[in-house]
């Protein structure tokens, strides 16, 4: 494992926590996967860490040879790093980026012909329909590489994740673009997209059951309160339980017609309010946590008005960062008004 020590600084910017590091007493200091900044490195001085261990950069990647690594190398991260912020501020995916995160994922979105003519189905009835399977995709390859799914397994997660949503082809523009809140009735119809994709889904020869039964249960929930069939726990399959949280994060921070979309911190804080027993609990905690931490060094808007810079996120404090504005250091957990209004860049 390559290692940094901390009083060779000009070193240790930019670069990835690949463990958590703690404090003498065991209290975790940041977070894995966490981007060291100026402000990170003097916490770590406080607490006098002397040695970080870090991501290897792509041309060092032979010299951990027998260590698996979730995303491989720092240049990955980094490139979801921008992928995430885009998508938060608003700006879309840059399709040039996907393969520096994930040549599976570049690979199933760009290469595959018959996916291809399933997505472009989903694109022809609804835009956001489109740009949230893709989004979806890159949050599940995400988790997928969190929890060190096999390179087949990615693969299959990706296609499912591409192609959740294809049942919704089958539903009225008019209802899923409605403004207002949806009755009973048009709520029953648009429920239906899981069934409908899941027959859509047999079109397609080469995928695998399991990426079918994931197109099935993306709306089923841990406590049995999702549909279709109100499946519990671990009668979920695996990529549906991904599914279900990739596709509520990505709603919740994108705009619709009837919604302004949720900064990723509101977002947690809804997950939060949801409740960790509608989705499998250590996916969301992996998800959110790792998730997190990639909004550091975005620049944002409070809701003052007031322009900063995210400078660090406590593993305990997902939803309150340290936020540098003007070299002051506002410290969101000790505002109970104060909030982060919108990612910006």
């Not at 940094?4 to 070193?11: A, F, K, Y």
């Not at 893709?134 to 969190?146: D, W």
């Not at 399991?210 to 841990?222: F, K, T």
């Amino acid at each position: 494992m390559i290692t940094i020590p901390l009083c060779s600084i000009e070193n240790a910017i930019d670069e990835i926590l690949i463990e958590d590091i703690f404090d003498d007493e065991g209290n975790i200091l940041m977070g894995k996967n966490a981007i060291i900044n100026e402000y990170a490195l003097k916490i770590l001085s406080k607490f006098k860490i002397e040695k970080v261990p870090i991501y290897p950069a792509k041309e060092e990647i032979h010299l951990l040879k027998g260590l698996s690594l979730s995303f491989g190398h720092k240049e990955n991260i980094l490139a979801m790093q921008k992928i995430v912020t885009r998508l938060a501020a608003g700006k879309g995916v840059d399709p040039n980026r996907l393969e520096d995160v994930s040549k599976t994922l570049s690979t199933e979105i760009n290469k595959n012909n018959q996916m291809i003519g399933q997505t472009e189905r989903i694109k022809d009835t609804d835009e956001y329909t489109y740009n949230h399977s893709i989004n979806v995709a890159i949050y599940s390859v995400y988790i997928g590489n969190l929890i060190g799914l096999d390179k087949d397994k990615i693969k299959e997660l990706c296609q499912a994740a591409l192609l959740h949503d294809i049942g919704k082809a089958k539903v009225p523009k008019d209802i899923l673009n409605k403004k207002g809140r949806l009755t009973e009735k048009e709520f029953n119809v648009v429920k239906k997209h899981t069934v409908d994709g899941y027959i859509l889904s047999k079109k397609i020869p080469f995928l695998k059951e399991e990426v079918r039964e994931a197109i099935l249960g993306h709306h089923e929930r841990e406590d049995g309160s999702g549909y279709p069939s109100g499946l519990k726990g671990r009668d979920i399959n695996l990529y549906a339980k991904i599914l279900a949280i990739a596709d509520v994060y990505d709603a919740l921070t994108s705009e619709r017609v009837y919604k302004e979309k949720s900064t990723p911190f509101d977002a947690i804080e809804e997950f939060y309010n949801l409740g960790f027993n509608k989705f499998s609990r250590p996916l969301l905690t992996i998800f959110l946590k790792n998730i997190s931490q990639l909004y550091v060094n975005s620049k944002v808007k409070l809701n003052d008005g007031r322009v900063g810079k995210i400078q660090f996120i406590h593993p305990k404090k997902l939803t309150k960062p340290i936020i540098n504005v003007d070299g002051q250091h506002i410290n969101l957990s000790k505002y109970t008004s104060l909030k982060i209004k919108e990612i910006i860049g």
